[in-house]
């Protein structure tokens, strides 16, 4: 990425007639991604059922997620030779390729072989976004176009999940996934002259820094995936074959992506950095397995949880929206923002292991706890965003960037895979499902405390002071 004094001079609006086509393309992209991941969020229990594969749920996840590490540092790579058009194209097809392989998947491991493919365009997308933000817009901006970028998901919300419930029950859930397809074609004829226009201040060759960066997300992908398929293993041996070597490889993946003192939760960016992941991590990781604890536990439809996966989305973005307005006014709270949005992310994930006890539970409860989550991973991921950007040091926005989608990307990848591994095992001890999914939550209540912890050190000051020395 260029240097932050390369970006281009500073713009008054989002919507004047230089910045209208790149501001729109943005939204899109992100309505797309928003649209596929709260669609697939709402039917995962019908394909794991059709496809004999709840063994493997967690997978479709993290499969997902684990190649989106390798698609972001890929895309960023692309990014910084240049245009962005080539890596929004790259993008955009490997996305649509996994789209149809998991349409046409005939078995539960080759949905998540289009997961994967899937995994690759999003990552790849998601840092071609960031970096435009970074590139197009000043500090002063950024915090609306966050607030903006989330608002992309309120029509996916209110429609995305309810719309995925009833195609599934009418037609079949495959059609979810070929719907989607036709939103890329659009995209990409709205996107890719304006994303060709926005180059960098000096485009640089692919050197060594940047292959060794790939070197390394490839490393942590490798080692995640170890990891994670050794804590769902049955075997003993097996399980220490995989864990020990794949947790070795992921850490030394993550201390070479991610900003020094990330994993000891150093205070200022390093600290905001991990409590992103965290935070992240600890909403997809309820949400991966709340649609199942609402149709195989209490017993609701699927077009019902589609409704009550919505809440969270549409609540998340007006948590986004609260942090831009309070950014205008208190600039220097952000780090205030992100500990106060991670603590009512955890109330509301209480609410839900709550709803998880009751018998009963009214559905009532489980919204409210839904949208108190969705507010508060609002607030501080919109937040983090901004506060990581502006302690960025000099010249290094674009690997900041890329830190905070693989921080992302990685702990829910973790979240939703051990999460998976933990519901086998409760299946193959004999217990119920809604033991399986417990224990799930218990391990995402473990990430929110991390959470809070993290969180409670990104004092900016402490990371300018840092960052001065």
Partial sequence: MPPQSAAPVARSSFFSSDTRSLTVGILLGVTLVAFEALAVVTIAPLFAADLDGVALYGWVFSGLLLASLVGAVLGGRMADAGSLARPLLLGLGLFGGGLAVSGFAPSMVMLIVGRVLQGLGGGALSTVMYAAINRAYPDHL???????????????????????GFVAEALHWRWVFWGILPLLVLVAALT???????????????????????GSALILSLGAGLFLFGVGVESLWLALVCVVPGAALAGLGLSALLPSGALRLARGLPSVVAARGTLFAAFIGVEAFLSLMLTA???????????VIATGAISWSGGAWLQSRLDEKHADKRALRVFAGMVLLTVGICVQVLALLLDTAPLAVV?????LAGLGIGMAHATSSVLAFALAPEGEVGSVSAALQISDQFMAAVSTGVGGALFALAARLGWDERSGIMLAFAFVMLLAMLGLVASWRTDARAGAAARDA
């Fill in 142 to 164: 950024r915090a609306r176009m966050m607030a903006l970028m989330s608002s992309a998901w309120i029509v996916p919300a209110l429609l995305g999940p309810t719309l995925a």
């Fill in 192 to 214: 890719v002259r304006p994303f060709a226009e926005l180059q960098s201040g000096a485009p640089r060759p692919v050197g060594r820094e940047r292959d060794t960066r790939l």
């Fill in 297 to 307: 536990v209490h017993g609701h439809s699927t077009a019902v949880t589609g409704f």
């Fill in 367 to 371: 919204v409210g706890g839904w949208v």
